[in-house]
């Protein structure tokens, strides 16, 4: 046999920091399964999310200046071999996900120690790494079919995470088995949309299928492969008709899983969603134009409100923050639906502020779990003297959600509604206005509960531990720095909105 | 104790031939039908027949559950880390020229045997923990519970 000596320039590991962004929790998965200790489980998994939060900031500031890093897969070039693509619109994406799982772990490990019965801890955090590993895959891979199988490797997790909260509330298993259910058929129609545009097409890499589409033109395959997938995401993000999975799952889950996945599982979905609108399909494409301006835009709006409304009348905090999520993700999609770059700007700033909003409201749910053993707003009155520091950073959380100046939701807002204004939508600019004051309403009522009303004579409830209370804070601050200093985010968020509206172009 | 004897000499017969046949068809699988997972799914039967003649504590001697649960996982580290061992050698991830670069088709081979292996011992630990999960019917919950 002949010897051949291929030439090959060993790649650094700088090279590959797109591959170990996703596999550090993915191989620290199955490492936590062979070593099966409860002891090491939690130091093993924070580990891997640590160091692949270093990675993602190692990857954002390559691309922050609109640079693209395109990472092949066993050395198969795109478009046959699968490819790695960040750019800044998913470096940032990966950036909120790995900085969430990392904080949600440090509150973790004491909240999973009461929530979760100990002989599970290990498969726990196993699972928590595959959901990690699998929105990092669908966050940066550029290939249609790896979406799909790294958005069922992170949802089938999901359900597993969720189910965990059985221990507490054995609803935790209907709510599970309901998300499975519509997670499956939504994974469904995301792959037979795929199976549409590959049809059209004949590839499966996003640029790729991108540059074909803009050489065949509009046509009736392309047309269903679109809407296949917008509704088939469309059930990830929660979309205003297709959330009815939301509040329960959210609800009945680990305070811990609450908090990472209202932080970034849905907001993964927003991104791909904004990947196939903006990048694979042209934002010229007509059929996807008006998709956005009559039925995202309608829905949004209805989110907006509906799930406000309902929020206000609920009787448990962990409940009205799921509805309340609904109603947020409404103010994300209407910033796509603008189709213009504030509006897109809006959308992923709103997507990382909501994000660590949300992460701090909810890990401080998981303190009131903890420490006064339920979420009800009976159980919670008084809790303003009792735990000060965790009602406190409710309070920060509570005014970034309604948009007060000087903390990050007035920023994504104020963004939204100079998007409204720049397309002289007028009444649209009200209506984000209007409906921030129900989240007023409804964020009163728990502040109402926590410092208006006495506690009851008997009660002992002591402040959480500080394992809890210094996460809960670094999410409360984060929501005040990133409040008033906007340089990172808007910046990082312009340059996004930039690459994904340069439609296909901004793919090569 | 006695009962079903013909049942339990073939089946005895036949676990030896069915794992022999899912080590061809896991090793052979770069030439003729089958692979990492068919074999892995054969290589399962094997201990479901088992465990479906012979009792589940039987089979659950011969493989007790912690280890087939250590054996799913270790499946994928064999699969990633043949990845890692490319990527260390200075190759993208799951390259497998990496392994004789002087040779790459050669790499190539023993890369998809490795990768396959891993597939197919993850595959066996899932079919054996599901068969486990289904037929041990251990009460999740009691009735007090609810």
């Known amino acids: 046999m002949s010897t051949e000596t291929v030439p090959h320039t060993a790649m650094t590991l700088v090279d590959h920091l797109p591959a170990i962004q996703v596999l550090l929790p993915f191989v620290m998965a199955p490492l936590v399964v062979v070593v099966g200790s409860r002891r090491l489980a939690w130091p093993l998994t924070f580990l891997a999310s640590a160091a692949a939060f270093v990675v993602s900031i190692l990857l954002l500031m390559q691309v922050i200046d609109g640079s693209i890093i395109s990472y092949h897969m066993g050395g198969w070039a ?26 949600v772990l440090l509150f973790a490990r004491r909240s999973v120690e009461d929530e979760v019965s100990a002989k599970h801890h290990a498969l726990f955090y196993t699972a928590f790494l595959l959901c990690l590993s699998g929105l990092l895959g669908v966050a940066i891979t550029g290939d249609a079919f790896n979406i799909f199988v790294f958005l069922e490797i992170s949802s089938l997790a999901t359900y597993v995470l969720i189910a965990q909260g059985s221990e507490r509330d054995k609803r935790a298993l209907t709510a599970s088995y309901d998300y499975l259910m519509m997670g499956t058929i939504g994974a469904t129609f995301f792959v037979i949309g795929i199976g549409f545009l590959y049809m059209a097409t004949g590839t499966l890499n996003l640029a790729d299928i991108a540059g074909r589409i803009e050489d065949l033109g509009d046509n009736r395959t392309v047309r269903a492969g679109f809407a296949f997938i917008v509704v088939g995401i469309g059930l990830k993000v929660a979309m205003f008709p297709l959330h009815s999975w939301l509040p329960n799952a959210y609800t009945y889950a680990p305070s811990m899983v609450t908090a990472f996945l209202a932080a970034t599982a849905t907001k993964v979905a927003v991104y791909v969603l904004l990947r196939f609108v903006f990048s694979v399909f042209d934002p010229d494409f007509l059929f996807g134009t008006n998709t956005l301006a009559f039925i995202i835009l309608p829905l949004a709006v209805v989110a907006m409100f509906s799930a406000s409304f309902v929020a206000i009348f609920q009787s448990d905090l962990k409940r009205m923050l799921a509805y309340s999520s609904i109603a947020q993700i409404g103010y994300i999609l209407l910033g796509i639906a603008f189709l213009s770059e504030t509006g897109v700007t809006a959308a992923i700033v709103h997507l990382f502020n909501h994000g660590i909003t949300k992460a701090a409201l909810f890990m401080a749910v998981g303190a009131y779990v903890f420490s006064a053993k339920g979420t ?33 939701g007035f920023i994504s807002k104020w963004v939204l509604v100079e998007a409204a204004l720049e397309k002289g939508w007028w009444p649209v600019a009200l209506l984000i206005v209007l409906s921030s004051l129900l989240a007023v309403i409804y964020v009163w009522r728990v502040l109402e509960v926590l410092y208006m009303q006495p506690a009851s004579e008997s009660s002992t409830v002591r402040e959480a531990p500080m394992s809890m209370v210094i996460p809960i804070w670094i999410g409360a601050l984060a929501c005040i720095y990133f409040g008033l200093d906007t340089d990172v985010t808007l910046t990082a968020a312009r340059t996004a909105a930039q690459g994904l509206l340069a439609g296909s172009t901004g793919l090569h | 104790m006695r009962h079903h004897l013909i049942l339990r000499v073939i089946t005895k017969l036949l676990i030896g031939s069915i794992m022999i046949f899912a080590l061809y068809v896991q090793f052979h699988g770069d030439y003729s039908p089958g692979g990492g997972f068919q074999a892995g799914v054969i290589m399962a039967v094997g201990f479901i027949i088992y465990g479906v003649v012979f009792s589940l504590d039987e089979a659950q001697k011969v493989l007790p559950p912690w280890l087939v649960h250590k054996l799913s996982a270790l499946g994928v580290l064999l699969y990633a880390g043949t990845g890692l061992v490319s990527m260390f050698l200075g190759y993208e991830f799951l390259n497998y020229s990496a392994m004789t670069p002087d040779h790459p088709e050669h790499g190539q081979h023993y890369g998809i045997l490795l990768v396959e292996l891993g597939v197919g011992i993850t595959v066996t630990g899932v079919m054996v923990t599901i068969y486990y999960a289904f037929t041990s019917r251990t009460p999740i919950m009691d009735d007090e519970a609810w």
């Open chain 1, 78 to 103: 795109p478009p046959l071999g699968i490819e790695y693509r960040v750019d800044a619109a998913n470096a940032f994406v990966l950036l909120l996900v790995t900085a969430m799982s990392t904080l």
């Open chain 1, 376 to 408: 009800f707003y009976d159980t919670l009155q008084g809790m303003g003297r009792q735990m000060p520091l965790t009602s406190a950073a409710v309070v920060v959380g509570g005014l970034s959600l309604i948009g007060v100046p000087g903390t990050a």
